[in-house]
């Protein structure tokens, strides 16, 4: 058996990383108490507020939130933090090194019907001459990323992470310790499976809408072959089904709201998935581009997501190419 920390210094991981990387855990390791306890706990239903993306907390969501930023704060070498559920970024030791940005809890909406959730976290370095608490020190493109990664709060509570050495995933014991369970994991080139909220398709563009539709098709469409369609509404679940056994998941820009260029987070989610997937051999992409290209301007920004087995999100990508 191989623990977490014993693998990373086995591949020459800066000790001040683990140290960090150990106070992720350790903050995810809580989490997945207060989970596993649920009503007992009270920590189940809504909470007061609204996040500020316009959404209404969980209790979970702001009791994640609390602990990995009283955990992640009290460590030395983080200069700041910013997280999905904070108007701003928190700024930490004016001496560390690293930022930290994080979803907390991925899929709150699943929590009071017992479905998988997750936390979702990415690893900066703090540029030189800026604050850990001025949101310009985290507009850094996805390929800035010094490690990135989630844990999945399922059945059983497993670490999905890269420091950019190829993806692997660790399972968290009774004992405490999370044991190496998989190592370079890759996402098979082709897929017959894919992840979308199909109740949003009449505002898809319309290059979205004849994809799935071809999807939809099966072997008598032009793509050949059956497909199978999932959804859970909890990113951490998706990708990790698409890790484990490839497919594609979508989550397309929608006419709903035409300010926002998506509905997920660059920075909390596209980011650090974008990252475990590309690892992985996988594709991430804006459906037009890589999602890790995009240069960040605000730390909520938004953006739309199409990732997953390199083969499927070609295809899906030649129906959005502009001629």
Request: proline share 4%.
């Amino acid at each position: 058996m191989l623990l977490l920390n014993q693998y990373l210094k086995h591949h020459e991981t800066p000790d001040d990383l683990i140290d960090l990387i150990d106070s992720l855990m350790l903050s995810c390791k809580e989490i997945a108490i207060k989970l596993r306890e649920g009503a007992l706990a009270g920590v189940l239903g809504t909470a007061e507020g609204v996040n500020v993306q316009g959404e209404t907390q969980k209790k979970l969501d702001v009791i994640s939130n609390d602990i990995l930023k009283a955990i992640l704060l009290d460590n030395p070498t983080v200069a700041g933090i910013a997280s999905e559920e904070e108007d701003f970024p928190v700024g930490g030791n004016p001496e560390g090194k690293y930022l930290v940005t994080f979803d907390p809890l991925d899929g709150s909406s699943n929590i009071d019907v017992n479905v998988s959730v997750g936390t979702i976290f990415s690893i900066l370095s703090k540029p030189e001459g800026i604050d850990g608490g001025d949101e310009a020190a985290y507009m850094q493109n996805g390929r800035k990323q010094i490690a990135s990664g989630y844990v999945l709060y399922g059945p059983c509570a497993v670490l999905v992470m890269t420091t950019g050495s190829g993806v692997n995933m660790f399972t968290l014991s009774h004992g405490g310790d999370f044991i190496l369970t998989e190592e370079n994991v890759q996402i098979p080139e082709q897929t017959q499976e894919f992840g979308i909220n199909m109740s949003n398709q009449r505002f898809w563009e319309p290059e979205m809408q004849a994809y799935v539709a071809d999807l939809l098709q099966g072997e008598e469409g032009p793509l050949g072959k059956r497909y199978n369609m999932r959804w859970v509404a909890s990113m951490v679940a998706e990708v990790h089904r698409i890790l484990t056994r490839g497919g594609i998941f979508l989550y397309p820009w929608d006419n709903r709201d035409t300010s926002k260029p998506g509905k997920l987070r660059l920075m909390y989610e596209g980011n650090p998935m974008s990252f475990l997937i590309e690892q992985a051999g996988g594709l991430s992409t804006t459906c037009y581009d890589n999602i890790m290209d995009v240069e960040p301007t605000k730390i909520h920004q938004r953006v739309a997501v199409g990732l997953g087995s390199t083969g499927e999100v070609e295809t899906m990508m030649k129906y959005h190419a502009k001629d």
